[in-house]
């Protein structure tokens, strides 16, 4: 047998040997036939250091079904991963749990060859999948609660709209207990390894790493959703789902699920720690001043601060630390009686992502005539944000307006450490 079977007992030594030969299997009849983009940096506006992976899995019975496929360009490698394991022809159903294009770019390659097989997807992801290729495959729609029997094995399907596109869903292996949920519970992180506790012993990686970029894919993607993935994550424990493997569609493939399902309680819930993040842009320093000297009050009472500056920072990293952080001031200089753009851009798509239970304030600088700071507020209050305080300081910071700027940092340490 190759790959890794959970519950085997395996030691760590043969998964390393196991996950590096050709035939990836989760457990016995289901394998991985993904794809690895190692040089990818950029998800859209996301930045990915190191990399992503396309999972598609394969799932041999009676019946073969595929689910999912890999982002157009990556369909030969694809091809060949499952051609390894059985002839593509004999394909009997690809599953479309997603009609974002890195899941269903290959999926007019897959048709091709299967010429047989029926799309399953939801009515949504019909309409999407129409939509994109014009292709009137053989369709069949399913919703929640719906099954397909493969042989021994059966696919149930649970529709999980707006998790993160209205077509989501997830495809759950009823007998081996594995949760097919593509984007829900993924990372971008490419690596030789499938399993997130092979990581651990990796040279230069700790287990930790895996939990960061899903705190960063969660952030990036799927914040907005905090909501509908309580409430579905409620559905299928009143469902009696047992899960035992989550093998999402990015990263590595959970083999303890119980930590990352917390992980999504917590942060669904928007639970923060005792955390300050000051985020600004600046154009003769004096903003940065303001910054620097807020961040000291907040830091001189015991709480934990962060400082970004927005053009030396990535984006997609300071939306990780703002999910777990309890506190945001914003600082803008004013540039044409108006926010600094940088901050008009971050506060653009942090507004998108919909931060919960936060606390914010604001500042800024100007030489003449004001209006960056008040141009943030009516920003954060298009998202429903209500600044606590706001600090607006003419020319260069002076001896009062730094007392403020400090006292601003202590009084929003008081109101973090109250809670
Ligand atoms: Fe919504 Fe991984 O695509």
Same mark, same amino acid.
């Given at each position: 047998?190759?790959?890794?079977?959970?519950?085997?007992?395996?030691?760590?030594?043969?998964?390393?040997?196991?996950?590096?030969?050709?035939?990836?299997?989760?457990?016995?009849?289901?394998?991985?036939?993904?794809?690895?983009?190692?040089?990818?940096?950029?998800?859209?506006?996301?930045?990915?250091?190191?990399?992503?992976?396309?999972?598609?899995?394969?799932?041999?019975?009676? $019946?073969?079904?595929?689910?999912?496929?890999? $982002?157009?360009? &990556?369909?030969?490698?694809?091809?060949?991963?499952?051609?390894?394991?059985?002839?593509?022809? $004999?394909?009997?159903?690809?599953?479309?749990?997603?009609?974002?294009?890195?899941?269903?770019?290959?999926?007019?390659?897959?048709?091709?060859?299967?010429?047989?097989?029926?799309?399953?997807?939801?009515?949504?992801?019909?309409?999407?999948?129409?939509?994109?290729?014009?292709?009137?495959?053989?369709?069949?729609?399913?919703?929640?609660?719906?099954?397909?029997?493969?042989?021994?094995?059966?696919?149930?399907?649970?529709?999980?709209?707006?998790?993160?596109?209205?077509?989501?869903? &997830?495809?759950?292996?009823?007998?081996?207990?594995?949760?097919?949920?593509?984007?829900? &519970?993924?990372?971008?992180?490419?690596?030789?390894?499938?399993?997130?506790?092979?990581?651990?012993?990796?040279?230069?990686?700790?287990?930790?790493?895996?939990?960061?970029?899903?705190?960063?894919?969660?952030?990036?993607?799927?914040?907005?959703?905090?909501?509908?993935?309580?409430?579905?994550?409620?559905?299928?424990?009143?469902?009696?789902?047992?899960?035992?493997?989550?093998?999402?569609?990015?990263?590595?493939?959970?083999?303890?699920?119980?930590?990352?399902?917390?992980?999504?309680?917590?942060?669904?819930?928007?639970?923060?720690?005792?955390?300050?993040?000051?985020?600004?842009?600046?154009?003769?320093?004096?903003?940065?001043?303001?910054?620097?000297?807020?961040?000291?009050?907040?830091?001189?009472?015991?709480?934990?601060?962060?400082?970004?500056?927005?053009? $030396?920072?990535?984006?997609?990293?300071?939306?990780?630390?703002?999910?777990?952080?309890?506190?945001?001031?914003?600082?803008?200089?004013?540039?044409?009686?108006?926010?600094?753009?940088?901050?008009?851009? &971050?506060?653009?798509?942090?507004?998108?992502?919909?931060?919960?239970?936060?606390?914010?304030?604001?500042?800024?600088?100007?030489?003449?005539?004001?209006?960056?700071?008040?141009?943030?507020?009516?920003?954060?209050?298009?998202?429903?944000?209500?600044?606590?305080?706001?600090?607006?300081?003419?020319?260069?910071?002076?001896?009062?307006?730094?007392?403020?700027?400090?006292?601003?940092?202590?009084?929003?340490?008081?109101?973090?450490?109250?809670?």
């Amino acid at each position: 047998m190759t790959g890794y079977v959970l519950y085997a007992g395996s030691a760590k030594t043969c998964l390393k040997k196991c996950e590096h030969m050709a035939k990836i299997e989760l457990t016995s009849g289901v394998y991985w036939v993904g794809a690895i983009d190692w040089n990818l940096r950029d998800f859209h506006g996301y930045t990915t250091p190191r990399g992503a992976t396309y999972n598609a899995y394969l799932i041999v019975d009676e $019946k073969i079904a595929l689910v999912d496929t890999v $982002k157009h360009g &990556f369909a030969g490698e694809m091809i060949k991963r499952i051609k390894e394991i059985i002839d593509p022809e $004999k394909i009997d159903y690809v599953v479309s749990n997603h009609v974002e294009m890195d899941h269903s770019g290959s999926l007019a390659d897959i048709m091709g060859i299967a010429t047989k097989a029926e799309m399953i997807c939801t009515e949504k992801g019909k309409e999407g999948l129409l939509r994109h290729f014009g292709r009137n495959w053989n369709f069949r729609t399913v919703k929640t609660g719906d099954e397909l029997k493969l042989g021994k094995k059966t696919l149930f399907f649970i529709t999980a709209s707006m998790l993160h596109w209205p077509d989501n869903m &997830f495809t759950y292996l009823k007998e081996d207990k594995i949760l097919l949920s593509n984007d829900g &519970f993924g990372q971008h992180l490419a690596s030789s390894f499938r399993f997130d506790e092979s990581l651990c012993s990796l040279v230069g990686y700790e287990c930790d790493t895996v939990m960061d970029e899903a705190a960063k894919y969660y952030a990036n993607i799927l914040m907005p959703f905090g909501g509908i993935i309580l409430k579905k994550i409620e559905e299928v424990q009143k469902m009696g789902i047992e899960i035992k493997m989550i093998a999402p569609s990015h990263g590595m493939i959970w083999t303890d699920p119980g930590k990352i399902i917390e992980a999504y309680l917590k942060w669904g819930k928007g639970e923060t720690k005792q955390k300050i993040l000051v985020i600004y842009d600046t154009m003769w320093n004096s903003t940065e001043i303001m910054a620097n000297e807020i961040l000291r009050g907040a830091a001189d009472s015991g709480i934990e601060v962060a400082l970004f500056h927005l053009r $030396k920072n990535d984006w997609s990293e300071i939306v990780k630390e703002i999910l777990e952080s309890k506190a945001i001031l914003i600082g803008t200089p004013t540039l044409n009686n108006g926010m600094f753009p940088t901050v008009g851009g &971050f506060l653009t798509y942090l507004m998108g992502l919909r931060p919960k239970n936060k606390l914010w304030a604001t500042f800024g600088s100007y030489g003449w005539a004001g209006g960056a700071v008040r141009a943030v507020n009516e920003k954060l209050k298009t998202g429903g944000y209500e600044p606590v305080e706001s600090i607006e300081v003419i020319f260069r910071p002076d001896g009062q307006d730094l007392s403020r700027c400090y006292a601003l940092g202590q009084k929003i340490a008081s109101m973090v450490k109250a809670g």
